[in-house]
RNA sequence: GUGGAUGUAGCUCAGCUGGUUAGAGCGCCAGGUUGUGGCCCUGGAGGUCGAGGGUUCGAAUCCCUUCGUUCACCCCA
């Protein structure tokens, strides 16, 4: 262990990134707010329990990722390892179903989860999402979808591939599971150890492993696409054909079954394939059991989450983050220890007028002085000394041409908003 | 949790099969102007070679342990 570094797969975002990560933040939050959707902050913490019964006891997130501890007053609690469980929660302590019609709600924050980190992996993560609570017309899961793609969209994002899956209701599922365990069983000698598990355990993520042996079974597996009820038929049909009438184009994965026990029917992933090995970056589905799981009433939902790190990485990878500036448009230089006063008002005079302003604090030769005005970036500098100053004067220089002159101390502010570059006056 | 790679200055890295005071580029500081940046020149600061132990006359270099990073498995966003 040590004291000066940030703990295993955390890191911190310095300045210059935080830009880039408040400009992806700020278009989120607006494109969703254009989508209707409002925005929730929960906690960071909750109630183990909730997360138990909403994400599923036999998740590997429950089983073996969460960061639960007990508070002092006896109580176990849980870093938040995803969204969904407590804005329902929200949901339900708000009552909100009572106020009639759909709820639509967002989130955006940071996600926890004891995995062994990797790229695009990290244990103190963030995500946003979506939440469209108390809709259960296919309409609402075409609606999700194409939201996320529209979102990428807009940010520039292209060739993302959309995975879509129906994992049907907890009635056909059952039936399916039956039968699929039944064709598993002879050869399960076959399978990998894990899957072998799986199989007791929750069946369904057998056909999601990458193992070869288990691949090679599953293939000749029923398909739970031949188990569906009407119902769940005709919901995959409807959200299919919506999605067919905007042309958002989508891939069925017909193996694609998600790492939380929520999801009903409709899932879907949204895949950046030169991410590496953690290349989802949005993934999400229907949960219409877990409203009532949670203890509201029987509501269904329907939602996803997408991963910003992993949002990030590829508008960097794809070079769409616009470059950004810290730069301030004045750097101010005293040129001696009696003229720190006069520079620091200087300051406090530009900063007023709402100019970005850098003030050299110590006074130290011009040389040294200009050099850090330079590289600042300022585009001017502010010289004070004691020269112009018997006139009661500065001297304003121009750092990209070179050019400086002389001005009244009364007319400083105007004569910077004048000098400074067309781009820089807004 | 498992496996591979890796850990030398603020950053990027070089240091061959172990041999005397550990290097480069960039960055930083200072000087080359008595009040003028960017280019150039000169000088300087800065490293317990991740940590601990072992082998050896001698270890950044070999061995073990440990911690971190990274990639993959797993899982997921």
Known sequence: MSLTVSPRGTYDIMPDQALAWQWMEINIREILVAYGYGE???????????????IGETTDIVEKEMYSFTDKGGRSLTLRPEGTAPV??????????????????????PMFRQERPQAGRFRQF??????????????????????????????????????LNTVGCP????????????????????????????????????????EASCQALTAQAPSLHDFLCQDCRDHFQQVRKLLDQVQVKYKIQPKLVRGLDYYTRTVFEVINHDLGAQNAICGGGRYDGLVEECGGPSVPGVGFASGMERLFMTLEQKGLLPAFSRAPQVYIIPLSAELTTVSFEAAFILRQKGFKVELGYA??????????????GAPLAVIIGEDEWQDRQVTIRQMYEGNQLRVDWADLAVQ???LLPPAEQD
């Open 171 to 210: 009635v056909c599922r059952q039936e399916y599971k039956k039968a699929l365990i039944t064709s598993l069983k002879n050869s399960s000698d076959q399978l990998c150890p894990s899957c072998r598990l799986r199989l007791e355990k929750n069946p369904l993520r057998v056909l999601d492993c990458k």
């Open 126 to 163: 963030h995500q946003f999402g979506v939440e469209l609570i108390g809709e259960d017309s296919p309409v609402a899961d075409a609606e999700v979808i194409v939201l996320a793609h529209e979102l990428y969209r807009q940010l520039g994002l292209t060739g993302l591939e959309i995975y």
């Open 40 to 54: 929730i902050r929960t906690p960071i913490f909750e109630h183990t329990e909730l997360f138990l019964r909403g």
């Open 416 to 418: 910077v908003a004048q």
């Open 88 to 109: 329902v929660r929200a949901y339900i302590q708000h009552k909100l179903h009572g106020q009639g019609g759909s709820t639509k709600l967002f989130y955006l924050g």
């Open 363 to 376: 006074p130290k030769s011009l040389k040294a002085q200009l050099k850090a005005a330079n590289k600042s």
